[in-house]
């Protein structure tokens, strides 16, 4: 196992895509032996991290989010920069399987050998992302990549969780399709970095630029979650390849910006500090769930709290007082 961890770092820090591979699956398995080795591994590379921007993409199925990530993919390894997407595809809440289609829609990037694309089952997880797509991001910086991209599912709770890892939070909607009573929502602007009207071609280019319009009212509104940062409103076409450049430069400019501000350092912190407290949650919950004892009496605890035998906060008292014993 030692010469395992010893050839996965070398091979992660030598950019090597099938290592890189091998060592996310390793770092995505439930088993104990694989769960030490991991945390070996990302131990050993994290001071290798943290130079990549982080870019989270989101937006409702049907947007164009698969498409405008290559574009902005190819773009990029054509000027010489090197991009990893991860992709979170949907879990079958029954198999457990996963659509894992990624590569196949973006068979152009996915071919370029500057481009490193890894579709993950969200596991059903909160939102859709991923358990363990923090930890890839890591090993993914590990490995020298300049980009990081992590595209939602685009259903719900995901936003929030994805925007809690990352630098620049891009949203995307898609003029024309009731996204617009979406967007209005404040919760959902509050999030976004930017937003962006894609799609924006042929006879969609008028609704685009109402949209557009709207959105940055709507923004108006709002006090900025940064003093530092206006999100702006920017129309694209993936299809077109139109408005990538400018998608890309307002995502330099933003890491400039927050870069001088400290904002970027502190919001890393930040969200390094979180994502400590959810593995702790986390690490509870599965406590909870392997104690023979609670596993015994859950079964009649669930009765008696269904039957209205027993106040659920009596039942919750008594089976997490079985951690402590």
């Not at 890591?138 to 990352?166: K, N, R």
């Not at 399709?177 to 929502?185: P, Y």
């Not at 630029?209 to 940062?229: E, F, K, M, V």
């Not at 919001?267 to 599965?286: F, I, P």
């Amino acid at each position: 196992m030692i010469s395992d961890i010893e050839t996965s770092i070398a091979g992660v820090l030598a950019g090597n895509h099938r290592i890189l591979a091998k060592t996310i699956t390793l770092i995505e398995s439930s088993l104990p032996g694989h769960q030490a080795a991991s945390q070996t591994i990302l131990e050993r590379l994290l001071p290798h991290t943290g130079k990549a921007v982080r870019l989270g993409i989101t937006g409702v199925p049907g947007v164009g989010k698969s498409c405008l990530i290559e574009a902005l993919g190819l773009m990029l390894v054509e000027q010489g920069l090197k991009v990893a997407i991860l992709a979170v595809d949907p879990s079958s809440t029954r198999s457990g399987g996963s659509i894992l289609a990624d590569k196949t829609r973006m068979g152009n990037l996915s071919s370029d050998s500057r481009a490193f694309i890894r579709p993950s089952p969200s596991g059903g997880t909160l939102g859709g992302v991923a358990r363990k797509t923090r930890e890839t991001m890591l090993v993914c910086e590990a490995a020298g990549f300049d980009l990081i991209v992590v595209e939602t599912v685009g259903i719900g709770q995901s936003e929030i969780t994805v925007a809690s890892m990352v630098d620049f939070f891009l949203v995307l909607i898609l003029a024309g399709a009731g996204d617009e009573l979406q967007g209005i929502k404040k919760g959902f602007l509050e999030l976004a970095d930017a937003l962006a009207i894609n799609k924006a071609d042929g006879d969609n280019l008028v609704r685009a630029g109402i949209a557009q319009r709207d959105y940055q009212t709507a923004l108006h509104l709002l006090r900025p979650a940064s003093p530092n940062w206006s999100p702006p409103v920017v129309m694209c076409s993936a299809k077109e390849r139109t408005g990538i450049d400018a998608i890309w430069s307002i995502v330099l400019k933003h890491r400039d910006v927050m870069s001088a501000s400290g904002e970027r350092e502190a919001n890393r912190r930040r969200q390094a500090l979180a994502w400590m407290w959810s593995l702790v949650e986390e690490g509870l919950r599965d406590r909870f769930d392997r104690h023979p004892e609670i596993q015994k009496q859950l079964p009649r605890l669930a009765r008696e709290v269904e039957n209205g035998r027993l106040p659920p906060t009596a039942a919750a008292g008594q089976l997490l007082a079985f951690l402590d014993r």
